[in-house]
């Protein structure tokens, strides 16, 4: 780009003005849908595993944008081949192909050890991969005897994402009860029940969804064996095994699939999340030929999915956690932090794989009695976290969850078990006074 083509352009930080977090803050409620409530800060910058605000605060980022930023903000290697992509071919729609998104798909089959004939469909997000995959699923109608198809079975629990078709599959009341009706024959079973999953298996099922650990649900994982009694069943009967890894996939719990070692091949998995290291990608892998010929020319698409950029992205990610050794690192700091939480007093009990992990929390000491009753204690450390420095979040009211960038360092992570039980107790202290003042 010559200065020529930028004379009379204004840098980014004029069109965009300077402000202070509070006034941002007070424009978003102006001017953007309220879906997501009040945003907790105003980030303005990212270095590795680091984020700062609006009014200058850092924060050690452990929760990377929720399981999104693998290489941690601004990393780069991901950063020069993402802006050298889109000044060579940013966007070119599905009428055709580029050598980015083709190499990709051709990783993806790779690390995914999916056998001949496999196959990668591109989209944007991880509710777009579910889409697929709950068409994918559709397309599986007819079984052995003639009869049709027309069950999709999914978990309590389950958080599969917010489209239509995604929210089928999604188990929560909250999230799903205001958008009825939605496409029909899902039902969800008891979460980790085997007996449950095989009574409602059989010859009318189109597929099993299933997510090897259960993030949204805080961070849960399939009990020993379910994986493998799931793949027996949907064998037995007909039905796909449908496995979403869009949180728990691309190293976030140090191998590149959750579900990697469990000795199952499903039908398909799905993947967004950590796959473009902060670049919106998602993906349905289909194993083996017959599953990848279920979704013929026409029947699906995109504009967006696969595009240059966002393929270039995710192959620049996938390169750089395999030549850093960051698989290694995930499990090794991983470990690290589930043995010293784990020792905590307010620690109950941490649940999760390499760096996804859910962490319940007693009370100050170990006390819950000194933990109101009814109070989120979850939510009230998160924000003694912020004010402390640290970003993590609550998937439930006793439980915070950490899925920071897969760079972490063993000293990073030491500085929040270190700081944990200060948080537990200032979080405690300020619910015992809220409570006493709305007395
Ligand atoms: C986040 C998530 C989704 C939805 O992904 P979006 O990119 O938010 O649409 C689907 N499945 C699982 C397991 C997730 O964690």
């Not at 003639?146 to 929210?167: D, S």
């Not at 279920?294 to 999915?305: E, I």
């Amino acid at each position: 780009m010559t200065s020529e083509n930028l004379q009379g352009h204004r840098p980014l930080s004029e069109l965009v003005g300077a402000s202070s977090g509070a006034s941002w803050l007070a424009r978003y409620s102006d001017s953007l849908m309220g879906v997501f409530g009040t945003p907790q800060r105003v980030l303005v910058r990212g270095q590795g595993c680091y984020v700062w605000d609006a009014d200058g605060k850092q924060y050690l980022d452990l929760l990377g944008g929720i399981a999104v930023n693998a290489l941690g903000h601004a990393h780069p290697f991901v950063t020069s081949v993402i802006s050298s992509q889109l000044s060579t071919l940013g966007h070119v729609s599905n009428f055709f192909t580029s050598p980015t998104q083709v190499a990709l798909a051709e990783k993806l089959l790779q690390l995914t050890g999916a056998p001949a004939g496999s196959k990668v469909f591109f989209a944007n997000s991880g509710t777009e991969a579910n889409e697929a995959a709950f068409k994918l699923a559709r397309r599986n109608a007819t079984n052995a005897a003639g009869g049709k198809r027309t069950k999709v079975v999914a978990l309590e629990g389950a958080f599969h994402g917010r489209t239509m078709g995604a929210l089928a599959l999604t188990a929560k009341k909250a999230y799903r009860e205001p958008f009825e009706p939605l496409p029909g024959g899902v039902v969800h079973v008891p979460f980790g029940d085997i007996d449950a999953l095989a009574a409602a298996v059989d010859e009318t099922t189109q597929a099993v969804f299933l997510e090897p650990i259960q993030g949204e649900a805080g961070v849960v994982p399939l009990p020993p064996g379910y994986l493998a009694a799931a793949r027996k069943l949907t064998h037995d009967a007909g039905a796909l095994l449908i496995v979403d890894e869009v949180q728990t996939g691309m190293g976030r719990t140090g191998t590149w699939l959750a579900i990697e070692g469990s000795g199952i091949v499903p039908d398909a998995v799905t993947l967004a999340k950590g796959l473009g290291g902060g670049f919106p990608i998602g993906a349905l892998v289909t194993f083996g030929a017959e599953n990848s010929a279920r979704l013929s020319a026409g029947q699906h698409g995109t504009t967006f999915g696969g595009n240059p950029v966002a393929t270039a992205a995710a192959l620049a990610t996938v390169h750089a956690i395999e030549t850093q050794g960051v698989l290694a690192k995930v499990r090794a700091v991983g470990e690290r932090l589930r043995t010293a939480l784990a020792a905590l007093p307010e620690v109950a009990e941490v649940r999760g794989r390499g760096l996804l992990l859910g962490i319940d929390l007693t009370g100050p000491g170990g006390d819950a009695a000194q933990v109101p009753a009814g109070a989120n204690l979850a939510a009230a450390v998160v924000n003694q976290a912020l004010e402390a420095g640290f970003i993590i979040n609550a998937p439930g009211p006793r439980t915070i969850r950490l899925a920071p960038p897969l760079i972490l360092t063993a000293a990073q992570a030491d500085t929040f078990v270190a700081a944990l039980p200060a948080l537990v107790a200032a979080a405690a202290d300020h619910l015992a006074q809220t409570a006493k003042e709305t007395k």
